[in-house]
């Protein structure tokens, strides 16, 4: 098992930032990415960014040049995800997300999800 903890959020204001955070522990060998995705109310689950374990990134198109998602440098497998520049279509719960190699194929684990409210 892997276990999640997700920090930050909040309510901020059009043009501003936030930054979360989320620590994975336990199981933690063979995580392949480890990253957020966001739910906003009557809309599908999406990918907002990740991070391979070589460092590799992805962004959600939305999102490119506005989030940035880094490592801790002193914990591997501690990542944060600055949001800058905020608007009312980033507000959701935001969702720390690790797949995860298993034997029969690749797990995801979640966090409990913060909310992300943007408003003014």
């Known amino acids: 098992q892997v276990q999640l903890v997700e920090s930050g959020g909040g309510l901020v204001q059009p043009g501003g930032s936030l930054r979360l955070s989320c620590a994975a522990s336990?199981?933690?060998?063979?995580?392949?990415?480890m990253g957020w995705y966001r739910q906003a109310p009557g809309k599908q689950r999406e990918l907002v960014a990740a991070?391979?374990?070589?460092?590799?990134?992805?962004y959600a198109d939305s999102v490119k040049g506005r989030f940035t998602i880094s490592e801790d440098k002193n914990a591997k497998y501690t990542k944060y995800l600055q949001m800058n520049s905020l608007n009312a279509e980033d507000t959701a719960v935001y969702y720390c997300n690790v797949k995860k190699t298993l034997p029969w194929g690749v797990g995801d684990y979640w966090g409990q999800g913060t909310q992300v409210t943007v408003s003014s």
């Open positions: 991070m391979s374990t070589g460092g590799t990134t992805n």
């Open positions: 336990g199981n933690i060998f063979s995580i392949n990415t």
